[in-house]
């Protein structure tokens, strides 16, 4: 592999503006940030520090890498916030001027006992414990576009760190101007009374499922309805995913006050007719004047949140790094990835290919054909440079 002996100039254009928040010049910490985002885009094998510093010029050094990491004169989320501004304004904005704010929360397993954060984790009811650590994520979606905005790992310590975490996405998040409206989506696990709560205050809209554990005003318990409501009074309905597809639902819809949320449209949700009660889906929302398909379709976008993390994952590497002993340590490798995403954007989102939706694999692809190319060039006007001085002396 031909090595790179210089950060891409487009790259260091663009994150030279967060410079300022890279306070110890004596580590060359902002030099090191601008590498690590490069390389956690062309690196194909595990995304750890040691197998990025192997494609690294020989001045970016492993405990460089690892001090920039460890190192609390740079906050992450400061700078994650600012680079969030900075590529929402150039997208361009659909017809509705509507954005939705998805929340979902993900694990990364396979860590040692000695991880900070590090706690006993299962999946589903089918799959066994493992141990690791979980994050909250938040990306911002509208038309074929989504986002990542924010991301923060979960103290197990702190009880209903999960919520805490969410709600202060959704707080500090800033609104783009042309959104006029703003419907916040989340699954069962961030349907606390207090989100609702903060959701309001801000004037915003939710599509939410809820757990069956719910109550009524009247005191009456959600899962007897949803356990013992005959079929019959189920009815098809089609809904539609962003990118267009239709997928049928069995639904009963029907206003009513739950405790801690009012009044508001609830929807009972079946993928078949026959279906156990177990595989109803409750979804609630304040939206008082759309349908139940409008609904179903609102909380389809939901799935551009799996995707997301999915390319972080996968492709980026989120996760992977080695470090321990201090909660902040994780915190800062696990934004990093984020940042990369949003790198990507910024470089491509003017390209054709990329104005209806993109593909981060792609955009990898783009990006580690770029560099390599500027690289080539490089090292091809150095030994024209050297001949035509071997000449002059000649």
């Not at 503006?17 to 885009?41: S, T």
């Not at 929360?105 to 984790?121: A, D, I, N, V």
Request: proline share 4%.
């Amino acid at each position: 592999m031909i090595g790179i002996t210089c950060v891409p100039g487009k790259v260091y254009d663009f994150l030279y503006q967060f410079k300022r928040h890279f306070r110890c010049v004596q580590g060359c910490h902002f030099r090191i940030f601008c590498w690590f985002l490069v390389l956690l885009i062309i690196e194909t094998g595990k995304g750890t520090i040691k197998s990025m510093n192997r494609i690294a010029p020989a001045p970016i050094t492993y405990w460089a890498m690892m001090r920039m990491i460890r190192s609390g004169w740079w906050s992450p989320q400061d700078v994650l916030a600012e680079m969030v501004a900075q590529v929402l304004v150039l997208l361009p904005p659909p017809a509705d001027s509507t954005l939705y704010l998805i929340g979902d929360s993900t694990q990364k397993g396979k860590r040692g006992q000695l991880h900070p954060l590090g706690r006993k984790l299962k999946t589903n009811d089918y799959e066994g414990y493992s141990f690791g650590f979980e994050m909250v994520i938040l990306i911002a979606s509208w038309g074929k576009y989504r986002l990542p905005v924010a991301l923060a790992p979960v103290d197990p310590q702190i009880k209903g760190h999960q919520n805490i975490l969410f709600r202060e996405m959704i707080e500090k998040f800033i609104v783009p101007a042309w959104a006029h409206t703003v419907i916040v989506e989340a699954d069962a696990g961030f349907a606390a009374n207090k989100t609702f709560s903060l959701i309001e205050e801000c004037g915003y809209f939710y599509v939410f499922a809820v757990a069956r554990t719910r109550k009524f005003e009247d005191g009456k318990h959600l899962s007897d309805l949803a356990t013992h409501l005959p079929k019959i009074h189920y009815r098809r309905v089609a809904s539609y995913k962003p990118d267009g597809r239709r997928r049928d639902y069995w639904t009963y819809t029907r206003r009513a006050k739950l405790n801690g949320l009012g009044e508001v449209t609830m929807v009972l949700s079946k993928k078949r007719r026959n279906d156990s009660p177990k595989k109803i889906k409750v979804i609630v929302t304040n939206l008082k004047t759309a349908t139940t398909g409008e609904i179903l379709s609102r909380y389809a976008r939901r799935w551009g949140v799996e995707v997301t993390i999915k390319e972080l994952k996968t492709g980026l590497h989120l996760g992977q790094m080695q470090v321990t002993k201090e909660a902040d340590r994780v915190e800062r490798s696990v934004v990093l990835p984020v940042m990369a995403y949003l790198l990507l954007v910024k470089l491509y989102h003017h390209e054709e290919e990329f104005k209806g939706g993109w593909s981060l694999f792609k955009l990898k692809e783009r990006f580690t054909a770029d560099v390599f190319k500027e690289q080539l060039h490089r090292s091809e006007d150095r030994w024209k440079e050297k001949l035509n001085k071997l000449k002059v002396a000649a």
